[in-house]
C-alpha cells in the first residue's frame, strides 16, 4: 500500500482542488439547482477514476453508477454516496460563501463538503489511487451515487430492487455522517429506524370562550396529554403492547463493542444543561442510545401560544412523535400496533398521519466482512476506528438490505461537521484520511473483504 | 313613568345619532388614540344630562365621574361603565368601517357599540329622561366611567379603595356584556373569578437530535403533559388538594334560578359540534358553567410544530391555564395552593407566572336590593328578565366590592354582540330599551333601590 498512500501524498492538491470545484457546483435535490451539472461532473470524475459509468434516470434525479471490474472471482464492494446537498439557507448565517469552498482551521467549508461531497469523492479518489498505482483492481468496486438523498430518497428502494444483479456485492459501505466519539475514526455496524408520527386531537367546532364552556367541552389539548402516561413510563419505556416484541437481548458481543465506547454521563449530562441523564434500570445510556427503542415527543401545539393570556377552549392540538426502532421492529407493523394501542385506550377518534418510516438494519459486530472494513479504517486515519453497533440516529440505508450483503457505515467527517447546518465543513484531514481508507479496502493485498453473505 | 318613556320615544332619533357621534370617536385604550377627545365627549354628555361631573387623572387614562343628587335620604345607585373601546383589528374583517357606525338589520356596528358606548351611554340617556322629564331626581345616581378596562382595569381597584365616600351607594349597576339566554333579558347576581397562569418546563440547554438523546433527556413537553392527569380527573375536576375548600354547596335559591334557565344540553353541544358535553357527576352543565370552578389548558406549545418531521427534544414547552374561580376562592391563595402543589408533586422546577387574577364575587339570588332591579329591566325590555345567579366568564367588578353594596350585571346587548370581533354591534331597540331600563330603575316611583347593605 505505500505505493498507492505516496501516490495519494503527491496528488494530495489535486484532490483538494478537485473536491473544491465540486462544492463550487451547487446540487440541491429540494430545488433542483446545479443538479444535472454536478451529476455531469461526477460521471467525469468516475470516469477518470477508471470506472465504466452509467446514469440512470428516475422519476427524480438520476443515479449515477460506476464499476471498476477486479480480477474473476474477486470480491465486490458496492459504495454508497449521494452528490445532493440540503439547500444553503439561513445565508446570513455562513461565514463565507457556501459554495465557494474556504479553508479555515484545517476545515474545507462550503455546503455539501462533509454531506456528501468530501465523502464520496473521497471514496473515487481511492479507487482512482488504487487503479493508477497498482494498475488493476485487486476486488471489483461499484459505486452507486443518488441525487435524492437530501430529500428522502424516494426511489432508491425500488431502484435497488429493480437492479440487483448489477448492484450485487459482497459488502455495502458507505460514508455519511460524522465521527461521534472525538476524533478517533468509527466503523458503524447499523443504524435505528424511524417512525415518525402526528396525532391530532379535535375537540369543539371552533376555539370556546372558556368561561361558558369550561369543564363542559373536553379540551382537545389536555387529551393528547393524557396520552402521554399511557404511552411512556417515567424511564421511557414505550407502554404500547407488543412494543418489545422484535427487540432482541443485548448480546455479549453488542455489550463488549458498547463497554469499548468513550461515554461519560456526567459530561454528556453537564454538555446538555443537565444534572443528569433519565435514567432506565433496564439499559445503560449508551444502550438506550443505540440499541433500544424510544419514543419522543418532538413537538405540540394547541390554543394560544402568544404572550399574555387568551382564556379558550381550543379546536384542536397536534403532537409529532418519533419512535426510533431498532433490530426487527418494522415500522409499518410499529404504527399499526401505535393506531390498536390508541383504539384501545379510547382515543380511536385522533386524526393519526405519519411523516416518514426507517427500518432499522444491523449487521453483527462479529460478522467477519467487518475486519477488512475496521482494519482499513485504521490505516487510512491511522488509528482503530471505534466499533460501534448501531447509530442512535436514523439513515435510510435499509433498502441495501435487499442485497444480502453486510452494511458498513464510515464516517469520514469530524465530530464538528455541521451538516444541514450553516458552516457545515469536512476536515482537510479526514477527507485525505477518507481517500486513504478506500484505497486501503480495495488495495489491501490478500485482504478480501469478506465472503458473499446471502 | 308614562312621560319619561314618552321623552325617550320623542328623543330616540337624537339619542341614536348622540351614540353615533359618540362611536365615530375612536377611544383606543391600548394605543391611547382618541382616548382624550371622547373622555371630553362624555364629560359633556354628562353634563348635558343634569350631572356634575368630575375628571380625575389615574396613571393611565382618567376616570370620569358624573353624580345627579336625589332628595336628602334617598337611596344611592352607582353607576359603572367604560368610555374606552378595544382595537378594531383585523379591519379587512369589519363589513363597514369600524368607527363609522352603520344601522343594518336593526343593529348599530362599529367597535365600540355594544361594548360599552352603547350601553354607559344608555345609562346618561336614561339619567337625562328622568332629569328632563321628572325635575328631580327621585334617587341620587352616581357613574363613574373609566378608560382602561379594555386593558386590564389596573387603576380601579386603587381609585375606588381612595373613594370610598365618594362612591358610596345602594347598589352597583354595571351594563356590559351581552343577553346569554336568547332574546330575553336577565339580571346577572354574579361573575366567576379568574387565575392565568403560565407554566414552562425547561429541558436540555438547547434543542437535542432525537436519535442522540432519546431516554437519556425527558423532554419537556412530556413533562407538561404529564401534569395534566395529576391536576384534573376526566370528569374535569380539579385535583389540587385544598381546591374546593372556598366553594359552598349550591344553595337552594341558586338551584331554583338555575332550574329556571333555559339550557338544552344536547343543542349546546351540537352547536360546538360535539356529540355530548363532558360530564360531571357532581354538577349539571349550567352549575358547571355558572358556579363550579374549572381549569382548563388554553394553550400548549412546545418543540416543532411545523409541517412535516422534525426530530427533536426540545429544550422548552409552555402551557397556559385558566382557573376559573367561584364564591370566597382568592385567586391569590389558588396561585399559592398551585405552586405547592407543582413542588409536592416534583414539579417545582417549572417557571410558573401568572397573567392576570380576578375575583369572584356573587349577590345573593334572593337578595331584596334586587327586585327594583329585575323589575326595571322588566319595564325596559317588555319581559320579565332571567335571574342568573353567575356569569361563567370573568369580569373585574370584584374592586367594587370594597364599597359593601350589592352588585348586579345588566347586559344590554343582544347575543351576537361580537364584543372585541370585528362586526361588534349593538341592537338598536336594546340600546332604547337599556335607556329605558335605566330610566325605571332610578324614577320608579316609590321604588326604592333597596336598603343600604353595609
Known sequence: MDDVFAYIETNRQRFLDELFALIRQPSISATGEGV???????????????????????????????????AVGAPTILVYGHYDVQPADPLDQWLSPPFEPTVRDGKIYGRGAGDNKG?????????EAVAKTLGGMPVTVKVLLEGEEEVGSPHIARFIAQNKELLAADLVYCSDGHHNYGSRPEVLYGVRGLLYVEVTATGPNRDLHSGNFGGMADSPIERLCRLIPLLKDTDNRVLVPGFYDDVKALSA????????????????AENIGLEGLAGDPLASPLEKRLLQPTLNVNGFRGGYIGKGSKTIIPSQATMKMDFRLVDAQQPEKIYAMFKAFLEAEGFGDLEVTHHGMMTPWRTPVDHPAAEPVMRAVEKGFGEPPYRVPSLGGSLPL???????????????????????????????????????????????????????DR
Chains 1, 2 share one sequence.
Not at 460521471?43 to 443515479?63: C, N, V
Not at 476536515?427 to 490478500?446: D, F, H, P, Q, S
Open 253 to 268: 458481543a453488542d455489550a463488549a463493542a458498547l463497554a469499548d465506547l468513550p461515554f461519560d454521563a456526567s459530561a454528556a
Open 119 to 127: 465523502q464520496f469523492f473521497a471514496q473515487i479518489k481511492g479507487i
Open 398 to 452: 435499509a433498502a441495501f438490505t435487499q442485497l444480502g450483503a453486510p452494511i458498513f457505515l464510515v464516517p469520514y467527517a469530524q465530530d464538528d461537521e455541521h451538516n444541514h447546518s450553516p458552516n457545515e465543513s469536512m476536515g482537510v484531514e479526514n477527507y485525505i484520511n477518507g481517500i486513504r481508507t478506500m484505497a486501503a479496502l480495495i488495495g489491501g493485498k490478500g485482504e478480501r473483504a469478506g465472503g458473499r
Open 36 to 70: 444535472e451539472a454536478c451529476a455531469a461532473m461526477v460521471l467525469a470524475a468516475m470516469s477518470d477514476a477508471g470506472m465504466q459509468t452509467r446514469r440512470f434516470e428516475s422519476e427524480g434525479h438520476p443515479f449515477l453508477y460506476g464499476e471498476a471490474q477486479g
